[in-house]
């Protein structure tokens, strides 16, 4: 059977061929119509300085530069804190089901989605999944692939890992196995109800255990109950939630938790590809039923807590076959329909969720000594945040990833 690293080496070769990536060593500039740093700050007709991977420096000096894009927006490059790499659909179109694909397989499959996403924008995304985005994480970070920086939780943990003994040793094994982050289970499947399953002692043995060997905690939960059980096991975020009351939202608050409550993208996805997913597993048409009411539910639930305007809100998609490459969706659906600003949109999917993976000094920021990501739209975004939807300039650590001269 060919190996894993061969057909990636084969998949490095055509990426290669087709963009035109090259290193680039030397000193660049960038000419931005408009800056938007990612903590909230504007600069007009800025220049910005990169040296090898980083940011030397912004200003508002004249000039020939490398790339003029003096008719965009240039923000630093998305940040989705939630995805699933790995989740495809097969070659018959359906939802990936089929057990005996090798390895090899699924990583090309998670390749293809990487580079969607690296495409579309998004410059470090957070995978809350499988093993085996570790092969390709490393790979991209060597700079072999290309693709956005990824942390992976590489698995997760479950009411059913055990006691919480037996969760704490999970924890650690998965700290071993080299994960960034501790994904857990506190919440049933939306499709299932999305009751809470996990006490509290194995919620504290979790989040516990996570701080305690230096990983972050993210926790899937739903609901008042779900999402005040996490907060007070001391979690450090929260995925989905969908619906809580206002007691819940200032504790979070409080407790200055990250929130990741998806709003659209997750749900539209499903709907768009209603005929892949239906039949297998708990994509039921109850199960679909309650995704719908969740729908309804997360939108209110999102409302109330911008109007709150305390929350750590940052990005994430949940993004699952279908929806990579497609994660501004999501950012647009904030800013139209769940009525966040859209400069507190950018800055959840920049500076804010930069802080949240534990990276806020590397990271999410255009300014001196930050990693060189970022991206360009036309126009002026925060007058039109549709124009995330295109996506013109990506930059990933100093290296021109697309560029379509305007």
């Known amino acids: 059977m060919t190996s894993t690293r061969t057909l990636l080496v084969a998949l490095v070769g055509t990426v290669v061929a087709l963009t035109g990536l090259t290193a680039q060593d030397d000193r660049i500039t960038v000419r931005a119509g408009r800056l938007l740093d990612g903590t909230g700050r504007i600069v007009e007709n800025a220049r910005i300085t990169i040296d090898g991977s980083e940011i030397a420096g912004v200003d508002r000096l004249r000039g ?185 939202i200032a504790l979070m608050a409080e407790r200055e938790t990250y929130l990741d409550l998806h709003l659209e993208l997750l749900w539209s996805n499903y709907d768009e590809y209603r005929s892949a997913f239906i039949g297998r597993g708990n994509y039921t048409e109850m199960g679909y039923a309650r995704m719908a009411e969740a729908r309804r539910a997360g939108l209110d639930t999102f409302q109330r807590t911008v109007s709150h305007g305390d929350v750590k809100m940052v990005f994430g998609t949940d993004a699952l076959a279908g929806a990579h490459g497609r994660n501004t969706d999501e950012l647009v659906a904030r800013v139209r329909i769940g009525r966040q600003r859209p400069m507190d949109a950018i800055v959840s999917a920049t500076s804010l969720a930069a802080e949240s993976l534990g990276l806020g000094d590397r990271i999410g920021t255009l300014a001196r000594g930050y990693e060189a990501d970022l991206i360009a739209v036309p126009g002026d975004a925060l007058a039109d945040i549709v124009a995330l939807r295109n996506v013109r300039f990506v930059m990933k650590g100093g290296v021109v990833f697309k560029y379509e001269a305007q």
């Open 64 to 248: 020939a530069v490398t790339y003029d894009l003096s008719g965009m927006t240039v923000m630093p490059g998305l940040i989705d804190t939630h995805v699933h790499l790995t989740s495809h659909f097969d070659a018959d179109g359906e939802t990936h089901d089929d057990l005996d694909e090798s390895p090899a397989r699924t990583i090309l499959y998670a390749a293809e989605n990487a580079y969607k996403t690296l495409q579309g924008g998004v410059t470090t995304i957070q995978s809350l999944g499988s093993p085996l985005d570790a092969e390709l994480r490393d790979a991209i970070a060597r700079g072999s692939l290309p693709g956005p920086r990824i942390l992976s939780s590489l698995g997760a943990i479950r009411e059913s890992t055990g006691t919480p003994d037996e969760i704490r040793t999970a924890v650690r094994q998965l700290a071993n196995n080299g994960a960034d982050v501790i994904k857990i289970f506190a919440s049933a499947s939306i499709r299932d109800g999305g009751e809470l399953v996990m006490s509290p002692e194995q919620l504290e043995a979790a989040c516990g255990e996570a701080t305690a060997v230096g990983l972050r905690s993210v926790v899937h939960a739903y609901g008042t109950e779900g999402v005040t059980a996490v907060v007070e096991a001391g979690c450090g975020g929260i995925e989905h939630g969908t619906r809580f009351d206002d007691e819940t």
